[in-house]
């Protein structure tokens, strides 16, 4: 599986962005699409999540802002920031669990976002 992230850019601080991640195979399967993001200096984190189910899981420095959403028929998993922070910047990253048959975890290469004053 190939994940491709796109959408980021530079927005002001209060403002909105979408970001998408594109799957290069069906994503009906997958346990569960994620994304990360990593700012400058710190650890990646766990932004948020979707499960195959649609169950979704944010981190707390996100909650009530972002919205996770996919769709399996377009492959696509997209990233909803709205009322984004300074602290929101960083490189954004999707990533793909499977379980079955076996245990693979799918990265996507980064997409920026940077908030500006």
């Known amino acids: 599986v190939q994940l491709q992230a796109s959408g980021g850019g530079l927005v002001q601080a209060g403002g909105s962005l979408r970001l998408s991640c594109v799957a290069s195979v069906s994503i009906f399967s997958l346990n569960s699409m994620n994304w990360y993001r990593q700012a400058p200096g710190k650890q990646r984190e766990l932004v948020g999540s979707?499960?195959?189910?649609?169950?979704?899981y944010y981190a707390d420095s996100v909650k009530g802002r972002f919205t996770i959403s996919r769709d399996n028929a377009k492959k696509m998993m997209y990233l909803q920031m709205n009322s984004l922070k300074f602290e929101d910047a960083g490189i954004y990253y999707c990533n793909a669990v499977e379980i079955a048959p076996t245990y693979r975890v799918y990265w996507g290469q980064g997409t920026q976002v940077t908030v500006s004053s």
């Open positions: 979707i499960s195959s189910g649609d169950n979704t």
